[in-house]
């Protein structure tokens, strides 16, 4: 039988056993310039082994040695950095009402810009009103607008300030503080320009303007954010706060964090199931759809698992806790997507280097815009108004949120199909990949064979399956069940086993009854000198049955065959791979005749079959070597070892833990459609990123030319700042509209 062990994983290290991490809420970031200074902070930090920042979710991951630092620590770093942090906040915890968040920066963004079109019209009437009162009126209202309106822009400046740093809140202080200063000068004394032959101009409507469209776009950018955090806000939805037990023989209501395994929990119809655990009576139906993605509600009987989050529809049932909080599987799920979105995509490297130097570079850029004006006679005003304009739209936001907005509704449409993408680097390196390697048992197949003949040597077809049967109560493969089933159903009785070792990519032997008892492949057969079976060949059999040999005190004893069916989306997921360019081939510790069956059933040309878990390893690597970016699927603990090696590993979320650890994404449903789903995904959300870039770079690099005065020699063409500040508000909100498309991915169409 195929193994049960492993090589040692090798592409993905361990976690250290003092390391722990935690994820802390910033508050005061605003564009990408922030996240890079609070990252450095954490990273400076003594004891802080790695730390990123997430603009988008306002937050920090850090994983730190806890002998050397404690979360204090890294609050006083970011404090230190001129921003602020919470306490960790524990994975599954509810989110917080960002809705709330929302509010008050819609009525500031509504009441700086009304005001800015109420001093926009007082200008306007300048011809038939005293100028010196109308200033004086339109001081007063700028003032309220600033206060009020923009007033944490203005703290945020300064906070950076003091710590030696800048970001967009500077630049936009810089250009509405400058501008408001003139504005006052002019009013209080004009003939500070006038002795000098300049008109003493105002500029309260562009102050309340910029401020106004920029706290516009913070609103709008706070509505995209919390629609890219959906999905995990979906998740946190879906447990119920309190649960039903069982406590001194008596029924009470308790909060779910005090629920324990082992607690007897008491389900009604049309609750949700509060933690995973085990039916002890009662009967119903469930719907898992949110969690497995299965659309059709599941029978559940005494013996069943259920899942917390589900949905109980028409029975009521009394259950044992078995996981529980950061434990069950919920809260793995949970913690696999705020751990994915949290990550930094390779993409990302691009924007994070332009982002550290950005905001010094257009300070520089604004001072120069400001000469070249004056040298060329553009005027003193002009010239003001314009280094304004640059200054006001180079915001860097769009920058910042480009990847991490694509990244995180990416992630979160994956997981509302049961895709679980573990990080950016991970969803890359998938959406990059030209040859998907996978595995046959579990994989392609359904994992769950059948029996179809024992044939007996010596004694009865009964004693060789009881022998068999044995040897393989400890095991958890596919096969080992199916010989168990065939036992039960013949009702036979089972002997007890000693000495039970498997032999990785082989088979298993032990002690029954004293003899020395073996069962698995040929190649276990050779190694224990056992020689061939003189059992009919496999084509008597008819192709695609896999053979397992037994074999008592070193002699043949007889032969048990097991088929397999394919699953019913492997043939349509992989000929979707192949059109968008993706090989398909299969690995295998399966003999090769049964392979081939399977694979041309399949629609897979290219097959290595009868491979112990090095060679699968090994084959990778050589795929590797010759230029392939290989993706590999499997299930089984055997496969671990290629999975990790792989470029993209992909694990069925039915299969083992180990598997599970090693791959890049977990298909929750293990279905190999959902192979076809996870890479149209990742390829869409790549495309997406690099979009988003693109109109980053792209804005800014016309943007501030424009700004700059570039089309005025030949169109007469100047941005006003307030017009410059709609357009900065404009690039954020663009991208985070665009990364929002990703949650309209259709499964298998991409």
């Not at 997430?54 to 404690?70: E, G, H, W």
């Not at 200033?135 to 700028?142: D, P």
């Not at 009881?466 to 168990?484: K, Y």
């Not at 008892?517 to 079976?533: R, S």
Request: aromatic share 4%; with cysteine; charged share 20%.
């Amino acid at each position: 039988m195929p193994a049960t062990e492993t090589a040692e994983v090798e592409k993905k290290p361990a976690a250290s056993a003092k390391s722990r991490t935690v994820t802390l809420p910033v508050i005061g970031m605003s564009c990408a310039a922030c996240q890079g200074h609070v990252e450095r902070a954490l990273r400076g930090t003594k004891g802080v082994r790695e730390a990123t920042v997430n603009l988008l979710s306002n937050s920090a991951r850090v994983s730190f040695d806890p002998a050397v630092s404690k979360p204090e620590d890294l609050i006083a770093s970011v404090r230190e950095a001129g921003y602020d942090a919470a306490m960790p906040v524990e994975a599954g915890a509810p989110a917080a009402d960002t809705a709330a968040d929302e509010r008050p920066l819609r009525m500031k963004a509504f009441f700086t810009l009304a005001g800015g079109v109420v001093v926009l019209a007082m200008m306007q009437g300048h011809a038939w009103f005293a100028p010196a009162p109308m200033n004086y009126a339109m001081l007063a209202i700028t003032v309220a607008g600033m206060i009020w309106g923009g007033g944490i822009i203005y703290r945020q400046a300064w906070t950076a300030a003091i710590h030696l740093s800048t970001n967009m809140n500077t630049l936009v202080a810089l250009g509405t503080g400058a501008a408001f200063l003139y504005s006052v000068t002019a009013t209080v004394a004009p003939s500070v320009f006038t002795r000098f032959g300049l008109r003493a101009d105002v500029y309260y409507d562009a102050v309340l303007l910029i401020l106004g469209f920029l706290l516009l776009g913070r609103w709008l950018d706070a509505r995209a954010k919390r629609r890219t955090l959906d999905a995990l806000n979906e998740f946190m939805k879906l447990q119920p706060s309190f649960a039903r037990v069982v406590r001194d023989g008596n029924e009470a209501e308790v909060p779910l964090g005090e629920v324990v395994p082992n607690d007897i929990v008491i389900l009604r119809p049309g609750e949700r199931v509060p933690v995973d655990g085990l039916i002890l009576s009662g009967e119903t139906s469930i719907d898992e759809s949110l969690i497995t993605g299965e659309s059709m509600p599941v029978p559940r009987k005494p013996g069943d698992r259920v899942i917390g989050g589900s949905l109980n529809f028409d029975g009521a049932l009394e259950y044992r806790a078995t996981s529980v909080g950061a434990d069950s599987v919920l809260g793995q799920m949970m913690r696999l997507v705020e751990e994915a979105q949290s990550s930094r995509a390779p993409m990302q490297q691009l924007a994070d280097r332009v982002s550290a130097v950005f905001v010094p570079t257009v300070l520089v850029l604004a001072a120069a815009t400001f000469l070249i004006w004056i040298l060329a006679g553009g005027g003193a005003g002009k010239a003001f108004g314009v280094s304004i304009a640059v200054l006001v739209i180079a915001c860097p936001c769009a920058m910042g949120l480009a990847v991490p907005a694509a990244l995180t509704v990416g992630i979160g449409r994956g997981a509302q199909l049961g895709v679980l993408f573990k990080g950016g680097e991970s969803l890359e390196r998938l959406a990059r990949i030209d040859l998907l390697v996978l595995d046959k048992t579990g994989t392609l197949t359904e994992g769950k064979p059948r029996v179809t003949a024992v044939r007996a040597l010596s004694g009865t077809e009964d004693e060789v399956l009881a022998m068999a049967a044995a040897l393989e109560q400890r095991s958890e493969h596919p096969l080992a069940r199916a010989i168990l089933a065939a036992a039960e159903e013949r009702s036979l009785v089972i002997p007890g086993a000693e000495e039970v070792r498997a032999i990785p990519g082989k088979g298993i032997q032990g002690r029954v009854h004293g003899a020395s008892v073996a069962a698995g492949n040929q190649a276990l057969m050779d190694e224990l000198k056992v020689g061939e079976c003189p059992c009919p060949d496999p084509a008597a059999s008819g192709a695609g049955a896999t053979r397992m040999y037994v074999a008592i005190n070193g002699v043949p004893a007889g032969m048990i065959e097991a088929r397999d069916s394919l699953r019913p989306t492997a043939a349509e997921a992989l000929a979707g791979l192949r059109r968008i360019g993706v090989r398909t081939a299969m690995l295998t510790g399966d003999a090769p005749e049964t392979a081939q069956a399977i694979a041309q059933a399949a629609g897979i040309e290219e097959v290595w079959a009868g491979l112990l878990p090095d060679q699968k390893l090994e084959k990778i690597r050589e795929l590797q070597q010759q230029g392939h970016r290989v993706g590999m699927a499997g299930d089984g603990i055997n496969d671990a070892a290629a999975i990790s090696q792989a470029d993209a590993g992909l694990a069925m979320g039915t299969g083992a833990d180990l598997a599970r650890e090693a791959g890049d994404a977990i298909l929750l449903h293990g279905e190999p459609g959902q192979i076809l789903d996870a890479v149209l995904l990742a390829r869409r959300a790549l495309r997406t990123m690099r979009q988003n870039l693109g109109w980053a770079f792209g804005y800014n690099l016309l943007g501030i030319p424009i700004a700059a005065g570039a089309l005025y020699p030949a169109f007469g063409i100047l941005l006003s700042p307030a017009i410059a500040s709609a357009a900065m508000a404009l690039s954020s909100v663009s991208v985070l509209t665009n990364s929002l498309r990703l949650r309209k991915f259709t499964p298998r169409r991409g």
